[in-house]
Nanobody
Framework: QVQLVESGGGLVQAGGSLRLSCAAS????????MNWYRQAPGKQRELVST????GRTDYADSVKGRFTISRDNVLYLQMNSLKPEDTGVYYC???????????WGQGTLVTVSS
């Protein structure tokens, strides 16, 4: 069983920055694509960013140029130029292709005030 623990959320003014972290209980980065999802109030959870085992990164159009995903022994999401629409609970996700398995963190709340 893999445990994922997010941290770094908080309240920030529009235009500000936050860095989210996700610590894993095992060295899962070699075998899992790592993702950041977010869920805004009253909306469905959406994929924000991905970093694959090979290090390829991808971003939702809404955050391109503002967010950066990275990892060393911890998964990060650097969020710059934050907007009120970035408000939500951000979740760390690990997706293993084979054998297929998926793990989620408990989420960290990001609130961007206008």
């Amino acid at each position: 069983q893999v445990q994922l623990v997010e941290s770094g959320g908080g309240l920030v003014q529009a235009g500000g920055s936050l860095r989210l972290s996700c610590a894993a209980s095992k060295n899962i980065f070699k075998i899992a694509d790592m993702n950041w999802y977010r869920q805004a109030p009253g909306k469905q959870r959406e994929l924000v960013s991905t970093i694959t085992t090979a290090g390829r990164t991808d971003y939702a159009d809404s955050v391109k140029g503002r967010f950066t995903i990275s990892r060393d022994n911890v998964l990060y999401l650097q969020m710059n130029s934050l907007k009120p629409e970035d408000t939500g609970v951000y979740y760390c996700n690990a997706a293993i292709v084979f054998p297929r398995a998926e793990f989620w963190g408990q989420g960290t709340l990001v609130t961007v005030s206008s």
